[in-house]
């Protein structure tokens, strides 16, 4: 069965420091990957989306940037982070036709 | 890319009563779906309809799709507590985008 794995659950950190955040898959090949970003009680913002390896596309301008260097593994990186980064972080990945998303379970993010 | 718009923005009924919540959208579509997402959870699919379909159930949930009117609605009936939480319609779209969604609240 086809599993995703997101981590940290929850991170601090000070404004100006690095971030990197890791999501795999499992029991799949070739997944659409999917990085979003959730304000305190808003929607979804769609941050990055790959389709293959080395594949990213960004959906919004911004200081964070995505690597996909393995097929199932995605990453999503900033090298200084700002005050309006924190937020919930979430990683899905679905199939060529996207029917169906799964989700990560999350990466709350707060800079201080 | 294309996102579905939710309506109302909250929602807060009695446990026991139904909850219906609406999804918009602009552009012709194959499929639309829905998710649901608890609290400091990630999202999880609850059913997908397609374009050719007008209703689909599935347990206490019903999807209808009024293609003419670029419109979707998630019933839930006889509402539990547990049902509580922001739900969310995504049109096929690569990529998938989401709205705002409604948030739920169920109280006992």
């Known amino acids: 069965s086809q599993t995703i794995h997101q981590w940290p659950a929850t991170l601090v950190q000070p404004v100006g420091s690095p971030l990197s955040l890791e999501c795999t898959v499992e029991?799949?090949?070739?997944?659409?990957l999917y990085w979003y970003r959730q304000a305190a009680g808003r929607g979804l913002q769609l941050l990055f989306y790959s389709v293959g390896i080395g594949q990213i596309s960004s959906e919004v301008p911004q200081n964070l940037s995505a690597s996909r260097p393995q097929d199932r593994q995605f990453i999503l990186s900033s090298k200084k982070l700002l005050l309006s980064d924190s937020g919930f972080y979430l990683c899905?990945?679905?199939?060529?036709?996207?029917?169906?998303?799964?989700f990560g379970s999350g990466t709350q993010l707060s800079v201080l | 890319s294309q996102q579905g718009e939710e309506d109302p923005q909250a929602l807060s009924i009695q446990e026991g009563e139904n909850a219906t919540m609406n999804c918009s959208y602009k552009t012709s579509i194959n499929n639309l779906q829905w998710y649901r997402q608890n609290s400091g959870r990630g999202l999880v699919h609850l059913i997908l309809?397609?374009?050719?379909?007008r209703e689909k159930h599935s347990g206490r949930l019903r999807v209808t799709l009024d293609t003419s009117k670029k419109s979707s609605s998630l019933l839930i009936t006889a509402s539990r507590a547990a049902d509580t939480a922001s739900y969310f319609c995504a049109t096929d779209n690569t990529p998938l985008v989401f709205g705002k969604g409604t948030r739920l609240s169920v109280i006992a």
């Open positions: 029991g799949t090949s070739n997944p659409n």
């Open positions: 899905a990945w679905g199939q060529d036709n996207n029917e169906k998303l799964f």
């Open positions: 309809i397609r374009s050719n379909e």
